[in-house]
């Protein structure tokens, strides 16, 4: 229990790519300044896209050049491919972290290339980045089900592990892009990857889609991955359902884990305060519980009548 | 994991009784009927409390004539003391719940008795129902932790599933009536109960107010329980935090439980169907995020840029 778990916040990249306003470059910096002082352990900071692609994240460099690092922070940013491997890495990102879908359907949809085209362009970053002494890791999207295909096979996401670890990757992330995962399939899925790679350093990517969020982790936990990524006030959305909820909430992650005995650096109380400052820079009500609960720590004082007693 | 579990709802009595706006009485017949049909186990009716305390609920006795009984179906009225079991024993309810805080402070706060004062009423309680054949269980709030006291000692709560133990109930149900379990401690507390009184009938009731809701069931269940509370679309809140969610919605649970493979005997279909009514029924918007997301195996036809791959 007094394991250290390790939290990787994606607001900057996952959950601002697609808020319906456009984030000035000096608010996303300041976010990020905000979230390196709360003791996450990596910040995935924006993304090496096509500006056209994503036009919420075209400040990508200005962004980089902005924020100030924390050595005790890795600063990490996707990249599609060789051409954003050359921006990121002029840009001095600390890590490149790679995306694929396991699910065919939805890489073409994501991408608009099969899952072996992704792969041999991952293969030309690697070309890139080889003797910058840069960390890739590479992301497995719809890990736990497709959105157009469903369940995945196994196998597949397997497969898709073992072409990252071919290809040199320092970790690999299985993502559950749209929440279609639940705790007992997290929890046999991770333990056979890690049974198959022991020494392979895994991050779970889960969204709340569906309320399982954290019950995710718990299985993630009991699988033993020490690695956890999440939104601040669990910005974001289902591109399929207006409405619902994205990513799970970081600091709603970081509580349960506190909750439960579980070290994770972070300052709570200032995540707290960064997920309320989001909260006014992107001007709407965020899904984060904690934010508006309270801890669980936060007490409150008895009822006035309770005096006469 | 092919275990059947039970579900409970407890829409009708916990989700409205704090619902701001009156429903009406055949509104609450139509929720209830509808509720009856989908495969719940038991169904939370009403409360025989005084109308002055929850005017809400005011209705109990015509709520409870007005509705079709399924055989197959539990229905369960709170009752607070002698009074309100001859009211529910006359509206022929099955089984009646009792309801005291673990926490003296809460227990004040909530019933304005302590909790020897509270014990010594249901006796009462127990002195109308002999001969009637209906069941009584025993609900205790703030078993995880109350907002007055903080953490609640384990042995607070052992004392008081004893005391309802020697008090004749039909089984008990551990509440975290402000949400503050987490899941570490759930299956800890409710393995040392289920050690002490391997034959008792347990439920648990939880808030997701922190979002950790499923994640604590899942706890449950590793500690072996089969019988889970839930509210119709998570209606309801927290008295100390407004915008927080309160009990755990009950379509999010079933889908969570089908989804690992467990049996519930629900139609989860016509339940998010009665969710989607409960919403028109209150006029706006519910925390279940199901309803908004669709089920995992809703799919998605793939976009139409596919056609020419």
């Known amino acids: 229990m007094d ?14 790519q697609i808020e319906p306003q456009w984030v000035p470059t000096e608010r996303k910096i300041e976010l990020i300044d905000r979230l390196s002082a709360t003791g996450v352990a990596k910040i995935e900071a924006t993304s090496f896209v096509s500006p056209k692609a994503v036009p919420n994240l075209r400040d990508a460099e200005a962004v980089m050049a902005g924020i100030r690092r924390n050595p005790a922070v890795t600063y ?26 396991v699910s065919e359907t939805h890489n073409r949809a994501n991408v608009r ?9 991952f293969a030309e970053v690697f070309d890139v980045a080889r003797g910058s002494g840069k960390a890739i890791t590479g992301a497995l999207a719809t890990s736990f089900g497709c959105p157009f295909e469903g369940v995945i096979p196994e196998r597949q996401v397997m497969d898709g592990v073992a072409r990252y670890i071919d290809q040199g990757v320092a970790g690999v992330t299985l993502a559950d892009t749209t929440g ?17 790679w022991p020494e392979l350093e895994i991050a779970l990517h889960f969204h ?4 399982m969020g954290l019950a995710n982790v718990l299985a993630g936990l009991a699988a033993g991955v020490v690695r956890y990524e999440g939104c601040l006030g669990g910005l974001g959305g289902c591109p399929f359902a207006p409405g619902a909820t994205g990513n799970i909430c970081t600091e709603d992650l970081v509580h349960m884990l506190h909750s439960m005995g579980y ?10 305060a960064t997920s309320r400052r989001l909260g ?11 934010v508006k609960a309270g801890k669980t720590t936060d007490l409150h004082p008895a009822p006035p009548e309770m005096a006469s007693h």
Chains 1, 2 share one sequence.
Not at 3 to 16: P, Q, S, Y
Not at 90 to 95: C, I, L, M, S, Y
Not at 263 to 272: I, N, S
């Open 280 to 290: 006014e820079i992107v001007g709407h009500d965020l899904p984060g519980q904690v």
């Open 76 to 101: 990490v940013a996707l990249v599609p491919n060789a051409r954003g491997a050359e921006r990121a890495l002029a840009a001095d990102v600390d890590e490149m972290v790679l995306v694929v879908s």
């Open 208 to 211: 709340n889609t569906r309320g």
């Open 113 to 121: 290339r099969s899952v072996a085209e992704s792969f041999a362009g």
């Open 180 to 196: 279609m995962a639940n705790p007992r399939q997290v929890e046999a899925l991770v333990r056979r990857v890690r049974e198959r």
């Open 3 to 16: 394991k250290r778990i390790f939290i990787h916040d994606v607001v900057a990249r996952d959950g601002l």
């Open 263 to 272: 070290a994770t650096g972070v300052d709570l109380d200032l995540l707290l």
